[in-house]
């Protein structure tokens, strides 16, 4: 069974018809909303929340209200005013996601940048559809830096038992001591649970559908490269995990001799059998528009953008079997040696005429893989037509 969705924003805005217009809006994604019309009760109702434990995980505002620019104000009072309290699921009221979407944007904006750099700051009508876009791309952008608090403690996150397990390291069971991060305090069960009702969102079907949707215009676009794809991938993880897989470490520093490191994209962990070295995988990326061969039908050869990452993934590949390295591995990876496979996603299927070519050269190559963006996509698509799929017979979750 898929464990329930709890997830809550707030909202202070002084004007009724933009709460209902949010709330129906969220009601699509399983998120409820509370609204209030002015700093007071609302900072009143974050007490209240944080007193009871109370589920909450992103906060919106806009600025202008009948005494002023208030929202500048609750702005403030969430980032500055070292508001240590944490809701249920131990998360940190002061680090929460905070959206900004307020008429006055030109005249306000670099005022909420002053206070916290990372709010985006929006104009309004913010209509449905790019509402939830904005919640759920806020909530992949937290759910990430959580995740990386996690890997630098060393802390291992694993699917298990229809839920994210946070653990001090695989094979031990989860510890009732309290760790802290810069976003949470409480114990590894409760981190759990905040942890899955996060990551959920991204398998809701009108979620899935609207995100699949981005990811077909974001390959399509002429101007896309893979800075792109690494942002648009950390926050939704789901297309690169591609069920095989339950967690990633992102850009992930490995130290080498002298000033320099090695700084994979992505390195994948595996759903089943994590301890099993040669389970995980190393995903490099690169840009969809990279040609895989040369035009020619005569050159019988990978293009040079193929060659120099396979020559980078073996340069991965070398680090991990040094034994040199085995215990700022063993130690990043929650207690796995890794020995993973060499993965580059890179350019796109080519047609028809030139598939035969392909394949051949594929078979060619030694010790790394290449998928393509087409197969990203066309697998995640099958994924979300099974989800909308049971979700019609009322079986998804069963």
Same mark, same amino acid.
């Given at each position: 069974m898929i464990a329930p969705l709890s997830l809550t924003a707030l909202l202070v805005d002084d004007d009724e018809a933009t709460g209902r217009e949010y709330k129906t809006a969220l009601e699509n994604i399983d998120m409820g909303l509370r609204h209030f019309p002015n700093?007071?009760?609302?900072? !009143? /109702? $974050?007490? %209240?929340m944080a007193q009871l434990r109370l589920p909450l995980h992103i906060l919106m505002t806009d600025i202008m209200r009948p005494n002023g620019p208030d929202g500048l104000k609750f702005i403030e009072h969430i980032r500055k005013a070292n508001y240590t309290r944490t809701v249920g699921g131990g998360l940190r009221l002061q680090y929460l996601p905070l959206v900004v979407?307020?008429? &006055?944007?030109?005249?306000?904006?670099? &005022?909420?940048?002053?206070?916290?750099a990372a709010i985006p700051v929006l104009e309004k009508p913010i209509w449905g559809d790019r509402l939830v876009e904005i919640i759920v791309d806020e909530l992949g952008a937290y759910r990430a830096k959580i995740l990386s608090e996690l890997q630098h403690l060393g802390i291992a996150v694993e699917w298990k038992d229809s839920r994210f397990q946070v653990l001090p390291a695989y094979g031990t069971k989860a510890a009732t001591t309290l760790i802290e991060t810069d976003r949470f305090v409480g114990t590894y069960s409760t981190?759990?649970?905040?942890?899955t009702t996060l990551c959920l969102l991204n398998d809701q079907g009108a979620v899935a559908r609207f995100f699949l949707n981005q990811f077909e215009r974001l390959l399509n676009s002429p101007h896309v490269n893979e800075t792109d794809m690494q942002a648009f991938f950390e926050r939704h993880p789901e297309f690169? $995990? *591609?069920g095989q897989f339950d967690n990633y470490w992102s850009r992930t520093h490995l130290p080498l001799d002298g000033a320099e490191s090695l700084k =994979?994209?992505?390195?994948?962990? =595996?759903?089943? $059998? *994590? #301890?099993t070295p040669w389970n995980w995988e190393v995903l490099d990326l690169k840009s969809p528009? /990279?040609?895989?061969? =040369? !035009?020619?039908?005569?050159? *019988? +050869?990978?293009?040079?953008?193929? #060659?120099?990452?396979?020559?980078q993934l073996k340069d991965y590949g070398e680090y991990f079997a040094d034994p040199r390295n085995k215990e700022i591995i063993r130690k990043r990876f929650g207690?796995? +040696?890794? /020995?993973?496979? $060499?993965v580059a996603l890179i350019g796109r299927l080519?047609?028809? %005429?030139a598939r035969d070519r392909y394949t051949t050269l594929r078979t060619r190559l030694t010790d790394v893989s290449i998928t393509t963006y087409d197969e990203i996509l066309e697998f995640r698509r099958a994924r979300v037509q099974q989800i909308e799929s049971l979700l019609s017979r009322g079986t998804y979750g069963a």
């Open positions: 700093n007071e009760e609302a900072i !009143k /109702a $974050l007490g %209240d979407i307020s008429d &006055h944007v030109s005249v306000y904006k670099e &005022h909420v940048k002053n206070i916290d981190f759990s649970q905040s942890y690169i $995990l *591609r =994979p994209d992505f390195i994948l962990q =595996p759903s089943g $059998l *994590r #301890t528009h /990279a040609a895989l061969m =040369p !035009k020619s039908k005569f050159h *019988r +050869t990978f293009s040079h953008h193929v #060659t120099k990452v396979v020559a207690g796995v +040696t890794l /020995a993973p496979k $060499l080519p047609n028809e %005429d």
